[in-house]
């Protein structure tokens, strides 16, 4: 099973306003449908299976089968080839790229360092409405987050962020933190 946000997720994690813990809306922002259930609980934790109960029963979660596109998710590019297994180096593996979807996930990310600085950099992403900003604001959190918490996960952060960005944004970021 690897489980999908629903919109309902999608809004909880943009809106912060659904009663989710720090936890769940790790767990949801990790739940990208290419992620089986035993690397979501390598990745979470033992309790990741319970939690996933949980949001599928709360309407956050769609369970889907390996290789399933739900029916109320737009079609994505069919993958060039399966997600790898994370073993420190990243195999490039085509994956639905947006400009909202790394937005949402810094946004995240910023939101569990519970750090002042981190608190005004999500405000400040949050209110971005033109690309530009946006894209302004991704760099100026990627350049702080090494202070916020370790520099190697920032790295895995901003590579995380390379995967999910418009390949039109990426060259910016490809050498920021390096």
Do not use: W
């Amino acid at each position: 099973m690897q489980p999908r946000k629903t919109d309902l997720a999608r809004t909880a994690l943009q809106a912060h306003r659904a009663p989710l813990d720090m936890r769940q809306r790790r767990l949801l922002i990790l739940c990208d449908g290419q992620r089986d259930l035993p690397q979501l609980t390598a990745l979470v934790g033992a309790e990741a299976s319970a939690m996933v109960i949980q949001l599928i029963q709360a309407g956050y979660l769609v369970s889907a089968p390996p290789g399933a596109t739900p029916a109320s998710t737009p079609a994505a590019p069919a993958p060039v080839a399966a997600a790898p297994v994370r073993t420190g180096v990243a195999a490039p593996v085509e994956r639905r790229r947006s400009l909202v979807a790394a937005r949402i996930y810094l946004l995240g990310i910023l939101e569990l360092q519970r750090h002042p600085r981190a608190a005004a950099l999500f405000h400040a992403l949050q209110q971005a409405r033109s690309d530009a900003d946006v894209i302004n604001g991704l760099h100026t959190a990627l350049e702080a987050l090494p202070a916020l918490t370790s520099p190697g996960y920032a790295e895995r952060v901003r590579q995380r962020l390379l995967e999910v960005l418009p390949e039109a944004h990426s060259a910016g970021f490809a050498h920021s933190m390096a």
